[in-house]
């Protein structure tokens, strides 16, 4: 079947204004996950979201990022009034929680902000 | 939670030299224990994973080897190829709320360089 998709594959955007991010998980995956990743770094985590269970917001930077998974399915991640610092490769991953087995993760998105 | 620490940060082999990455985990519950390599612009993608239950495990010029005890594991690439050059992270596994499994946890990666 398909892996997991992140939508868009690029995303460049002004100072100032909001974006979304996409990501379609692989299906019957109940652990999702948001990382951040600057040029030649390592992944950041910024979220987690664990089934039905409250997701795990502690990595995330700011209060002008969100995220929310609507029906145990696909995953948006909102970035406000976007800053230049915010310019990076936004990776999610997919896991069946349940098998404590690997995560898969999406081509990711690279977004830039001028 | 769980805190996963990696070393090197960079690390240089000439081709046909073994590589050794090794990484410590705080929480001794931690369970699974995946390694996941990153090819410039591409995704991570996992290459080899074990688990508490088991102590080395070998997939053709890769191993892992996981010490409980000392909570740490470590990744050994042997005959290195100018191929293997990559970002390598390992990860952890924290079981929560009396389950068998968990959030993953990345250490922060290595960054292979095989010369030829």
């Known amino acids: 079947g398909a892996g997991v998709s992140q939508s868009p594959s690029n995303k460049v955007t002004e100072k100032g204004k909001d974006v979304e991010l996409r990501c379609d998980p692989i299906?019957?995956?109940?652990?999702l996950y948001w990382y951040r990743q600057s040029l030649g770094q390592g992944l950041e985590f910024l979220i987690y979201f664990q089934g039905n269970s409250a997701p795990d917001k502690s990595g995330l930077p700011s209060d002008r990022f969100s995220a929310e998974r609507t029906g145990g399915s696909v995953s948006t991640l909102t970035i406000q009034r976007t800053q230049q610092e915010d310019s990076a490769v936004y990776l999610c991953?997919?896991?069946?929680?349940?098998?404590?087995?690997?995560?898969?993760f999406g081509q990711g998105t690279r977004l830039t902000v001028v | 939670g769980e805190n996963v620490e990696q070393h090197p940060s960079t690390l240089s082999v000439q081709e046909g030299d073994s590589a050794v990455i090794k990484c410590t985990y705080s929480?001794?519950?931690?369970?699974?224990f995946p390694w996941y390599k990153q090819e410039l612009g591409k995704r991570p993608q996992l290459i080899i994973d074990i688990r508490s239950n088991v102590g080395e495990k070998k997939d053709q010029r890769i191993a892992v080897t996981l010490n409980k005890t000392a909570k740490h594991f470590s990744l050994h690439i042997t005959e290195t190829q100018p191929e293997d050059s990559a970002v390598y992270f390992c990860a952890a596994s924290s079981p929560a709320g009396g389950t068998s499994y968990g959030k993953l946890t990345f250490g922060q990666g290595t960054i292979l360089t095989v010369h030829p």
């Open positions: 929480d001794s519950a931690s369970n699974y």
């Open positions: 991953a997919s896991s069946f929680r349940e098998r404590n087995t690997e995560a898969f």
């Open positions: 299906s019957g995956h109940t652990a």
